[in-house]
DNA sequence: TAGTTTTAAGTTTTT
DNA sequence: CTTAAAACTA
């Protein structure tokens, strides 16, 4: 309703399928741009057809437009559409505000004196340089103290802000803040909040980099601005010139992520904040049936303080939802188990149009482990565990140590792994020394001058001579292990051609895939180091005893860790050797840990938290666990249970078709079985929106019974036929062939037998592909032989 | 001091 | 129930 006023007759032909409020969203102009965009209303749509006309029509450079995101997965989807539209948006810059500012520390970072080749700390990183700060605390307190500062950092406060009472008052906290963010830059390395906040110190530090960032970036698109905190509004303001043209897209209803620093004012007072912006709504919703819609606005309407807006169906009517309220939570699994599965093998959906939807990780537990007994494929997004793992923090940590020397954390995890004789008080020395070569005066080496401040290599290499033979031996080993790892990776050096480690130039990794050699008590494990950066991972893992290390622990527990160890030198080898890459492929494994593990399973039920759904759609959604305590958590009250409540609006609006919730009326916590309340928001539910079945608890009326023929087969009891006669599993030997299900890792078949020093030691190969070697005999409650009719 | 056993604690949600 | 931290022993 403005400049824009007669679109229909000189619009190009790719905007036509646009409604009218999307095709004033992108051709919009002139001002900055606030797009309220309802759940399920094209946002996405929008942004990329706006970025694809802004250089197709309006003859803007790709490379000065900046489009942010939240998640990577989003700015990927992004990148993807727009390049489809419009080629040449591949030269835009599509970044999470993450990657953006990791991106802008590179190369900008020396203004506030950080070194380029920084690595980034994740939470666990930051946790353990503080408890080293803050001695004698409780592991508790530290990681309380350890969020208290990521908060700080969200809200862009300095140890010395008076503002940093909001956050926390004691003034302990200061100096413990203070503290540490003065080691993190002794250390040179960064953690999640410095990446949004450092850079808007750099471009307020330095006027001449503003201006420059400002003539690069004419165009400024956030996305998921519900969810942007204090210190990304900091950075989106330092960013804005009075030429930059900024747009903002955003859903007060879906906010989300108030506990990690999200500020929903910054959308609330955007136009405030920005004066002179137009406000554009979508509230056109393509996504999902009429019923479904009202469901979820019927909850969220209990929110006070939302700008209001009115989401409209363009599908119009369709299923009602249902609720179905469970004994426990095995009948959950089992209902949405038995739901999915009548409903595929019915023809009326595959699993891919599924999705289940849970509050917390730890509840997907239940429905992988039915799901795999069942035979139903599934895809769990988001599970960080990979990364998580001792063995992947191990190999990271001394890649870290690798770029950079002064990295105490990455130090003090692996120089004494595996035990070397190098104990805590030789480290705590090696510390001191390095630190003492910071600000030592004395001239006599001159240490100070050539970067050796705090490099704790070099601080080794000095207190070598007065260790005790062990520790002198141990500490070389690693030292040594370092620097080959460092020559192979600069220089493209010789490298010791022993182990199929290969030139780092070998075009294709070989595909001679031999067995495991078992027997043999030899120590260097069967790493393969392919191409380029994937070599020098191998090289140090091995040459540092870490493949060792963990090598034995396989051995006894069946466990895949040499196997995750060569899952990760495999993705190395996606980046280009050299120090380069290596810093490429740290930053990506900190800032998108979501692994593709897409292998090969094309049709599959998705299993995702709440959380992880946001701008995803299926076609049939089951929302589970509905009870006080689990969603929401019992002690939300006021603005945190608004957000719980936001959340069940952001799951609900998922599902296009079909939408199912589930309340249980006892759960498992803690391995206890508790008996629990229905959700708060099933109370809030207009009772005509919603089918109910299952025993309803007091306060529920069923609205309708659910069909006869299908009831029974809804809620079936928890004995299926594999659990029956699976049981008997430890009589007998174990012969190559015998059939097993694993918990963890499903079905399987004995592929090797062999006698180990504990017993005899079994292999099997899983239908997933994994070979996992078992000793003696077992757990039998995560591991059992079965019958092969059951199989 | 290293590796084991015992005890306590704890699950939000994520870049 | 599972994991991490303290306590304990060889």
Same mark, same amino acid.
């Given at each position: ?30 001002? @900055? ?16 057809? /706006? ?145 949004? /906040? ?38 989106? /303001?330092?960013?804005?010139? #009075? ?31 920005? #004066? ?141 792994? @595996? ?26 080496? &001159? ?72 027997? /043999? ?54 980046? @280009? ?124 009326? #069923?609205?309708?019974?659910? @069909? ?37 890792? &499903? ?11 504990? &017993? ?32």
């Amino acid at each position: 309703m403005s400049k824009n006023s007669k679109p229909a007759a000189q619009v190009p032909p790719y905007l036509e399928t646009l409604n009218p409020e999307q095709q004033e969203a992108v051709l919009h102009s002139g001002s @900055p741009l606030l797009i309220l965009a309802g759940a399920g209303s094209g946002k996405t749509r929008v942004i990329t057809t /706006k970025i694809a006309y802004l250089i197709r029509d309006r003859g803007m450079d790709p490379r000065s437009i900046l489009a942010v995101t939240f998640t990577n997965k989003a700015a990927r989807e992004m990148a993807d559409r727009a390049r489809i539209i419009e080629p040449r948006a591949g030269d835009a810059m599509l970044r999470t505000f993450h990657s953006f500012g990791a991106w802008f520390l590179r190369r900008n970072g020396s203004v506030l004196g950080l070194n380029p080749s920084f690595v980034i700390y994740d939470d666990d990183d930051t946790v353990s340089l503080l408890a080293t700060l803050m001695g004698d605390s409780s592991r508790a307190e530290v990681k309380h103290t350890a969020h208290l500062i990521a908060r700080a950092k969200d809200y862009f406060l300095n140890p010395d802000d008076p503002e940093l009472d909001i956050i926390e008052h004691r003034s302990s906290f200061r100096k413990t803040y203070a503290r540490y963010e003065e080691r993190m830059l002794q250390i040179g390395n960064v953690d999640f909040g410095d990446l949004i /906040k450092k850079p808007v110190e750099a471009l307020r530090v330095s006027p001449e980099l503003a201006q420059r960032f400002r003539d690069r970036f004419r165009v400024i698109l956030v996305d998921e601005y519900q969810d942007s905190n204090v210190a990304q509004f900091e950075l989106l /303001k330092a960013l804005c010139g #009075p030429e930059t043209y900024v747009c903002v897209v955003g859903d007060d209803d879906q906010s989300i992520y108030r506990f990690r620093g999200a500020e929903v004012r910054n959308i609330l007072e955007f136009p405030d904040r920005f #004066p002179g912006t137009e406000i554009v709504r979508l509230e056109r919703n393509y996504r999902s049936t009429a019923p479904i819609l009202d469901l979820a606005s019927s909850v969220v309407d209990h929110n006070e303080g939302r700008l209001g807006k009115k989401l409209r169906s363009e599908r119009g009517p369709g299923k009602t939802p249902t609720l179905a309220f469970l004994p426990d939570q095995d009948s959950e699994v089992a209902f949405c188990a038995e739901l999915i599965g009548q409903s595929v093998s019915g023809k009326t959906s595959r699993y891919s149009d599924w999705a289940v939807l849970y509050r917390t990780n730890a509840q997907s537990l239940g429905f992988e482990t039915e799901f795999l007994r069942r035979r139903i494929p599934y895809r769990v997004v988001g599970s960080l565990k990979f990364y998580e793992r001792e063995e992947v923090k191990d190999a990271l940590a001394l890649l870290s140590f690798l770029v950079n020397p002064r990295d105490e954390v990455a130090f003090r995890r692996v120089v004494n792994k @595996p035990a070397r004789g190098v104990g805590a008080a030789t480290v705590d020395r090696i510390v001191l020394e390095a630190s003492a070569g910071m600000f030592a005066g004395d001239g006599g080496l &001159g240490l100070s001058q050539d970067g050796l401040e705090g490099d704790l290599a070099a601080a080794s290499r000095r207190v070598l001579s007065s260790l005790s033979a062990k520790a002198k031996a141990g500490l070389e080993t690693f030292l040594s292990a370092v620097e080959g790892a460092r020559t192979l990776l600069s220089g493209d050096g010789p490298g010791g051609e022993d182990d199929g480690g290969g030139s780092a130039s070998d075009p294709e990794s070989p595909k001679t895939k031999s067995k495991k050699g078992g027997k /043999k008590k030899e120590a260097a494990p069967d790493l393969r180091g392919g191409v380029g950066l994937s070599a020098c991972v191998v090289r140090l893992v091995q040459d540092a005893g870490i493949a060792e290390y963990h090598l034995a622990h396989d051995e006894i527990a069946g466990n895949q860790r040499i196997a995750n160890l060569q899952e990760l030198a495999n993705a190395a080898s996606l980046y @280009p050797a050299g120090e380069e890459g290596l810093l490429e492929f740290l930053e990506h494994v900190e800032l998108d840990r979501s692994m593709e593990q897409d292998e090969g399973v094309d049709d599959a039920v998705t299993l995702i938290t709440l959380h992880n759904t946001k701008g995803l759609e299926f076609p049939r959604v089951i929302m589970t666990g509905l009870e006080q305590g689990v969603f929401p958590r019992d002690d939300k009250k006021g603005d945190d249970l608004e957000e719980e409540r936001r959340l069940f609006y952001v799951g609900a609006t998922r599902a296009m078709d079909e939408l199912y919730i589930t309340s249980c009326a006892q759960r498992r916590l803690f391995g206890r079985t508790q008996p629990t309340q229905p959700s708060l928001f099933l109370h809030e539910i207009t009772p005509d929106a919603v089918r109910i079945i299952g025993s309803c608890p007091y306060g529920f009326t #069923p609205t309708e019974q659910p @069909p006869a023929d299908r009831s029974s087969g809804m809620v079936p009891n928890r004995s299926g036929p594999i659990n029956g006669q699976a049981k008997r599993s430890s009589d007998g030997r174990w012969q190559v062939g015998d059939r097993v299900f694993h918990d963890d890792y &499903g079905y399987g078949a004995v592929t090797n037998i062999r006698e180990g020093d504990d &017993g005899p030691v079994i292999q099997v190969g899983f239908e997933t592909g994994r070979e996992v070697r078992f000793l003696s005999e077992f757990q039998s409650s995560r591991f059992m032989k079965i019958q092969a009719d059951d199989f």
